[in-house]
């Protein structure tokens, strides 16, 4: 990957016919006061000597051109991860499922109505778009950590003269026709594929393709608002959190609005009106304008300082098989950026929707358990806590102590087993919530059981960079094969008595097989170094 001051960048500054002298840079000569307001404001910046000016160029053309060298920086990165071929294979594939899905629709039709099957989708590109948003709040120190060697184009307001406002509207740009292009299009392509033969009519389609693309568009500029204010008041966000929900709940009922009236995208797609598509389009522009206006680049260095407490957890978790890894872990998290957003944003928010999601199903599908279902899908996404375990340090880092591979590995399923007792309250407090505590047994003893296979299969196919490693299609189509039969089957099984689920036990000694071969393939693979 180049530098950002080579390259594409390259592109963002043009001399003038006279030239600039040899040895000398734009940024080097750039002053902070202008002679000249007006010539500044035309976006003329002179030298020192006040000769022959460097012109740049104007605002817009300066942020397609930053737009156009992001999506090319954007490919580099990914291409050099995953492979031209992987990452460019992840949009088929997502093709490919929605075609699969939606042609295998009209036999779950009854189970699954198309009110509710329309409703579940905008709300998980809502929440995808939300997924993405959070880079706001944490993205930095993941990719300072990932990436610490490389010079990226959203970074470069020190280094060139380039307003960060630019570089956030252009990142702004870059991540919707990106994450656009890899996530939602291809959802509408295999829908579209499907119409013919599940009597869709096509306006439909189109139809969905733009109410999806607002509600991830939605919950992008909703979360980078929320992030912005989290960087600059992190009391702020709470409480704008807590009237947020204040209002939802005060006026869903005497408006009558329920979740559609409180979606506008979901709305629009039911009665697509000019003023409800105005009442989107402002909730995604003006949050996205604050952002960009409250911009907060620099922020303060300050020497963080800690006791020397790495012996003293470690004797405190004495009892596991790694103590020392597993404290590293705790204090890596512990001290990261973010605190409990990364939590909340990763993890929580996935949660909610799908306890949601579920109460919503059991209208429609009354011999379905929402605490048996809620363990099932709890037991599969509590999997990614083990992506947050790994996400902050690489295995570089004790390649020059006497550790193998598969004992760091080791350490940090311990890392996450701690951790997944947040999985275990939730789960127990769901169910005496729900006054379904008769029910917790086979539900604790079926969210084990999937959890353990699980993080087995994401070891297997991610070792110590899952998260890295699932964008990759070759990786992704052996996960959803390990792990999409397993969770259907499980959830089906349950649906006459869910004590039957309780057959889910079978899979630890599965997933304890697959760890084992984990140990043995990562144990013989170069780690990457990313």
Known sequence: MQPAG?????????????GIPKGESPGA???????SENR????????????????????????????????????????????????????LLLVAIATAGALMWPFFSDLLPPLTAVGLLHGG????GMSVGGFGLFGREVMNRRFGQASLIAYSSRSLPVSERAILTAFLLKDTVYYLAFWVLPFVAGLAFAAPFIGLPLPLVLRLAATLSLSFLLGLSLVFLLSTIYVHSPRALLALFIVAVGAAIILAGPVNAGIVGLF????????????????????????????????????????RRYPGT???????????????????????????EGGAGKVVFSFLFPVAFIWIALFV????????????????????VSSTIYNWVTEFDLFSSHAFLPVEVKTVIRGKLESYGL????????LVAAGLGTGQAGLLLPALLTFASLSFYAVAVTVYVGGLSPSVMLYNAKVYVPYLGLITPVLLFTLFVSLPNPWFALTSLVLIPAGWFVLKKAFTKWSTVEQPGF
Request: aromatic letters at 8%; proline letters at 8%.
């Open 40 to 91: 500044q404001a035309e976006g003329l910046v002179v030298n020192r000597r006040g000769e022959t000016p460097v012109v740049i160029l104007s605002k817009r053309v300066l942020t397609n051109s930053l737009f156009e060298a992001m999506l090319k920086e954007e490919w580099r990165i990914h291409s050099t991860m995953f492979g031209s071929a992987g990452f460019a294979l992840f949009p």
């Open 264 to 303: 506008p995208p979901l709305g629009l797609y039911y009665q697509p009106t000019p003023l409800l598509l105005l009442v989107t389009l402002l909730l995604i522009i003006v949050p996205s304008a604050i952002s960009v206006r409250f911009l907060k680049v620099e922020y303060r260095e300050e020497t």
């Open 6 to 18: 080579s390259g594409p960048m390259r592109e963002l500054f043009r001399k003038s016919p006279a």
């Open 125 to 128: 590109y809502l929440l995808a």
């Open 29 to 35: 000569n750039a002053e902070d006061n202008s002679p």
């Open 361 to 380: 199903l059991h209208r429609f599908i009354p011999m379905l358990s929402p605490l048996m279902a809620f363990a099932i899908l709890l037991g599969v």
């Open 419 to 426: 951790l997944n007792l947040v999985s275990v309250a939730i």
């Open 310 to 336: 790495l012996d003293n957890l470690a004797g405190r978790l004495a009892w596991l098989p790694d103590p020392y890894l597993v404290a590293k872990d705790a204090l890596d998290l512990n001290r990261s």
